[in-house]
């Protein structure tokens, strides 16, 4: 399974990329607004650096067109930003035709805003590189998100679709855990669940404990 970090903060993208397990980058509008970046030419530039400092993983860069004509000409001129840009688009009709557009042209696209299985069958038909369910906010509206993974996970085995999908919207370690479980192809999460993964309380004993005995024979 692959780690993609969700995030537009550079120190963090640097921080998990430093612990050699990162595969990529996912950002939104919100994520890119919360670090303050104002204007196009400055948001097409920070693109660049988390592609920089992302070497070699997808980095997803969303569009904020609503129509098809505007997602077109936004998702083109990400693409032709760098290599490892993969165009984020939303689940709505447009977007769907979109995806298909970049799809025919060998363009990665990620269709976020996924919240259904149905929106999941139209986003792999249409040719997207990664779909995103938003498993947390399924979550927030008491829906389980883990489940909309499985059924996804499910139907694209059944009928061998090459779509990967991408757990988004994940909050914690039992997310992480249980997507590896059900057989997510990547999962994005902030640093902080990341790094929880690495908690035990039996390594910190046992680890304080190797260090005391080891004193003993120093
Ligand atoms: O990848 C989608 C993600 O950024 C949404 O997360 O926590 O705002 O639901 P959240």
């Known amino acids: 399974m692959k780690f993609f970090i969700d995030t537009a903060n550079l120190d963090q993208?640097?921080?998990?990329?430093d612990l050699g397990v990162l595969?990529?980058?996912?950002?939104?509008?919100?994520?890119?607004?919360?670090?303050?970046?104002?204007?196009?030419?400055?948001v097409l530039k920070h693109y660049?650096?988390?592609?920089?400092?992302?070497?070699?993983?997808?980095?997803?860069?969303?569009?904020?067109s609503t129509d098809y004509e505007g997602m077109i000409r936004e998702g083109e001129e990400l693409?032709?930003?760098?290599?490892?840009i993969v165009v984020k688009i939303?689940?709505?009709?447009?977007?769907?035709?979109?995806?298909?557009?970049?799809?025919?042209k060998g363009i990665k696209t990620n269709c976020t805003l996924v919240f259904s299985a149905g929106q999941a069958l139209l986003a792999a038909?249409?040719?997207?590189?990664?779909?995103?369910?938003?498993?947390?906010?399924?979550?927030?509206?008491?829906?389980?998100?883990?489940?909309?993974?499985?059924?996804i996970v499910h139907i694209y085995q059944e009928y061998g679709y090459e779509t990967q999908v991408l757990a988004a919207s994940v909050r914690h370690t039992m997310h992480?855990?249980?997507?590896a479980e059900?057989?997510?192809?990547?999962?994005?999460?902030?640093?902080?669940?990341?790094?929880?993964?690495?908690?035990?309380?039996?390594?910190?004993?046992?680890?304080?404990?190797?260090?005391?005995?080891a004193q003993k024979f120093a």
């Not at 993208?13 to 990329?17: C, K, M, T, V």
């Not at 693409?79 to 490892?84: K, R, Y």
Request: charged share 25%.
């Open 23 to 42: 595969d990529g980058v996912t950002t939104n509008p919100s994520l890119m607004a919360k670090e303050g970046i104002k204007g196009k030419d400055a």
């Open 182 to 213: 059900l057989g997510a192809d990547v999962v994005t999460t902030p640093l902080q669940p990341i790094l929880d993964l690495l908690k035990h309380p039996l390594t910190d004993s046992g680890l304080a404990k190797f260090l005391s005995d």
């Open 48 to 64: 660049v650096d988390i592609c920089e400092i992302a070497k070699g993983g997808d980095v997803s860069a969303e569009v904020i």
């Open 125 to 151: 038909k249409a040719g997207a590189t990664y779909v995103s369910p938003f498993i947390g906010r399924l979550d927030d509206i008491s829906f389980d998100g883990l489940e909309l993974i499985d059924q």
């Open 79 to 84: 693409a032709e930003l760098h290599p490892q």
């Open 13 to 17: 993208i640097r921080e998990a990329y």
């Open 176 to 179: 992480i855990i249980k997507c």
């Open 90 to 104: 939303p689940m709505i009709k447009d977007g769907v035709k979109a995806i298909r557009y970049f799809s025919n």
